[in-house]
């Protein structure tokens, strides 16, 4: 038997995530006022927020923009030298854009495109969070207060991207950002490639690539933050609820990921995940579960079927033939 | 600035512990019927058991003997290759004690001991665990059914060991093995270093060593086990009260670790911890957190001070000068 | 304004149900090996159960029968005052059957039939429950010990009866028993009352009238047991998935009564349901909540829609004139 | 056997609480902030808060003061007729102050003393609360919108007061008010009354009377504010901790009770509990659980020994002899 090459270590974590927002002032209150993260910075048409246990200045960056979806996806590299290394081998595979001077509070990143279009980056260099004198914790190791606002998100936990075609994806998340492949659904005998999700840490996963049944590129399916108890995702189901905001699915426990879940809109369009529970992986030679068509089922360990509309909306929301489904009003300024 | 060296990833997390007890057959009862593991195997006077989530076959070993207190520690390697850098690493170091076949269960494994005398050692090649049919879950990423007996413990979580020279194996955990220090505590000013909190994973801690207050080598402060919600702990502690074993305190919460913590001893003596919350790091460049006498206080971020048995009983006990506390009876024979 | 009759308070508690299962062993193993009751008593074709935290002798009696359905339900008189009251009111209207000697545990009882059929009776006197050895408390306040054991239900909670005409079974249960109407369900700008909900005590209710889609008579909607928190009713979804049981609805969070619900069918084929959360009404001149066809809507405050089984199915079942729906073999006894 | 007397039904539950404060603004700041609950009223020196599920208007009135402690208590009567006939009982044994116009949002009520001198009355009249706009639920039947503003207590459920002679205030509270014996703690054999809890509801107890032990009148012990799960008792921990309010005991389980508690000084000097678990009572023949000094033990089921300021701490504060133990500057108004 040959030797077998040992993991990549390159990439320590999602960085952060950028959505897209038509609805800039009430997507600012939906994840400030109701999910309770804090603003930590402004900057023309985007406004960063953070939980309140990243360590990190910021993780969500809202930009206005005419339609809902993801912009930049950031990775944090392991070290100065595998961000080099990235670096080079994504510009070896041709998806590399350049390296920029790094978004708020971050040194120099490289920028690329995953095969489907989405945009990424990594970096390093990254400016970790103190707290002013009103969020200061009285944890030591909290990088900022717990305020009892709303339902209180730690963090964020991982994001799924949609992909005309899977496997081209999941190989460049595997191949050359190095992520561990936790589990996949693959319908037809094993054939078809429908989703698979992904980590560079022991989070079950960070990045889900799903099938876009539309053929569009570059969507978003959810962005996912996490709270440290199930009860927490019963309490912001009441919060969600008592707010007018929908609840797309859930609170219910997938099958895949053992994640509980519940799936929210938020009022630019884009689905958000409030998450727990899940289950860590630390081992280095996981194999990889694989469910077909029929263990797949429902989406769900128990709890309702996932709706129709989880296959059919992501944002932005495109037509059949993957053009954009309407064209809101470009948004006021924040 | 000349470059940082980069990070070691040789080790891929803690594998399984190693317990000694006088009451063999009241141990089981407690880890089995009360927290509601499984047995796996049995050999000689030791019994292998392990926590539903758990992915390997055996993550606990019960092993009879005249005192409490902790037998072999022992690691998974990432990779094959990084089990022999280690192996040369320790052997270098003056360390290794050399190579067996492996425990039930696992390949060659290096064996050695760290400054104060502990048994540890490091594998890659382990069995995965194949549930027979009373215990298949219908989950597909479960490696075994959640029975709902007892507390119903998912998994290891980490250990907490005692050393005369907390500095010396502080540096052999975090330079030899590659574990990143996560918390201190220190007094005098931070010249007198208490206690450490390492881990190879993104777990906040699965390695602390804490100064032993008697002088002694070798000796256990807790092991830890995992649920998943805080309200499994506290389910917990119903179900131990209930049943006489004895809460030595919590539930609370730390605020070094912010883990929501039980302390009980399993009816062998050693101290056994259930164990929620915290929070993950995986931050590359994570600054660790330090605690001074006064920061550090009760112990506990909230819930009553942690009582002074937390502070001077540990497995084996022993008299004031290192000497065993009490010769039990040898006990029964599994 | 004339004065207003005091309300009548010779209703304790709902005291037990009996539920015929023709599937005696299977519904034995459900109650007992998944929702941690304990069986008390066996007779003829009977056993008698409880929760751990009921202070009667037995709640919960399952009777092996050819078809699934609900037996006798029992209410608790406030005194023997109050018992002798009853009697005489429910014989003035018609419904009386007249006094036994009193099912196990008990004095002499009333037993009668409410207008659409459903068989009841009311007793004062009762035997506490004693617990053997192996079921003592060391909580002196706890008539038995918490074992750990599945879901470990509390306590009996409600049930909800089918009848052709609601209305008359509602004032039966308010005019005759002394009920507390708590909420209703009335469609038809309020002429057709589809359901109601009614307690003796402050509990939210104990007795729910629901309309009989079929017309049928005597029928069983579903039996309902209390857990503490909203986690146990998650953990019970856990329970009972990994054991094949089928969970019809929830977990999720009703509108009317704001209880947290998980829906399954017990082998036998009645519906049950694991509680908790909702709230206690303690109010004398507490207002009937009222819900339209649009406020009831999908019968969840979040969650998905209750499924169509859940207005079709009852037990026993049958076909659309109210025919049984099946003739099951016989079952064997206990 | 000569007929027992039927229980008296004519107190419904409690109705609200008047606490004085010497920091009425932090006080203040303390209920709304961090516990979540709304203000309704202001007038003069008092202002009347609610908990989200409270259906009266009021529940907790804070009255500007020289000194903490507890103003009026009041207890909803079941009936009007129920008022007459408990003003009348309450007069007759000499209690009584007399007849006032009520309170805030009430009728007619009936003001007297408990045989240890602490305020009282019952009313029936009482106006429901009519949540403004930017509090209305869209739950039907929850009186005000769930905020998700800090702890989110739901509603007022007991309070302990202090009595030189426990029997002779238990007494006049089972036999002038009907409340029902739940449990008693009993020293010297049974002789010496230590406490008694009591409550006219299925609530385990809405009332104690706990012996001063410094032999003072009037006194407060704690006040007692609910919420659903014990997550969210937690969840208050992390809370109030962040927030710099002192936490005198607890998160812990009792004995007595089994309430899952946390004790805390509001800014005032009052003893605050957050509250859940515990378990109903309905049973019309319960029969008082009573523990001795040996069973009472540490006061809990699990956790840390109550402190000794649980017993000796109370509102407002004395020195030995009953004197007040400070004379605070008096508060500016709200």
């Given at each position: 038997m040959a030797a077998q090459a040992e993991p990549i270590h390159d990439i320590a974590h999602l960085g952060s995530v950028e959505l897209f927002t038509p609805k800039p002032e009430e997507s600012l209150w939906y994840f400030r006022?109701?999910?309770?993260m804090e603003v930590v910075h402004r900057a023309k048409e985007s406004v960063h927020l953070r939980g309140y246990g990243d360590y990190a200045t910021s993780t969500l960056k809202l930009t206005a923009s005419r339609n809902a979806g993801v912009g930049c996806v950031a990775w944090r590299a392991a070290s100065p030298q595998a961000l080099e290394r990235r670096a080079k081998a994504l510009a070896d595979a041709g998806l590399g854009i350049g390296w920029t001077n790094g978004d708020f509070g971050r040194g120099r990143s490289y920028r690329f495109r995953d095969p489907d279009g989405h945009t990424m980056e990594i970096y390093f260099e990254e400016q970790k969070f103190v707290a002013p004198p009103e969020l200061h914790s009285n944890l030591k190791n909290l990088p900022q207060k717990y305020t009892g606002r709303g339902v209180g998100v730690r963090r964020i936990d991982h994001l799924a991207l949609l992909a005309s075609d899977v496997e081209a994806n999941r190989k460049f998340a595997t191949d050359l950002l190095g992520f561990q492949l936790r589990e996949q659904v693959r319908y037809d005998n094993g054939k078809t490639e429908i989703g698979s999700w992904m980590s560079?840490?022991?989070?079950?996963?960070q990045l889900a690539y799903v099938v876009d049944v539309k053929g569009a590129h570059g969507r978003l399916h959810h962005f996912s933050l996490w709270v440290d108890n199930r009860d927490d995702v019963l309490r912001a189901a009441d919060i969600l609820t008592e707010n007018g905001v929908f609840i797309e699915a859930g609170p219910s426990k997938h099958n895949n990921s053992q994640g509980f879940y519940l799936y929210t809109y938020e009022p630019g369009g884009n689905r958000v995940e409030i998450y727990s529970g899940s289950f860590l992986v630390t081992a280095p030679d996981w194999e990889p579960v694989t469910w077909n068509e029929e263990e797949r089922?429902?989406?769900?360990?128990?709890?309702a079927t996932l709706p129709d509309s989880f296959i059919q909306y992501a944002t932005p929301d495109v037509e059949g033939?993957?053009?954009?489904a309407k064209t809101p009003e470009f948004p006021v300024f924040f």
């Open positions: 006022e109701l999910l309770g560079p840490t022991a989070i079950h996963h089922g429902t989406g769900t360990y128990w709890g033939k993957g053009e954009l």
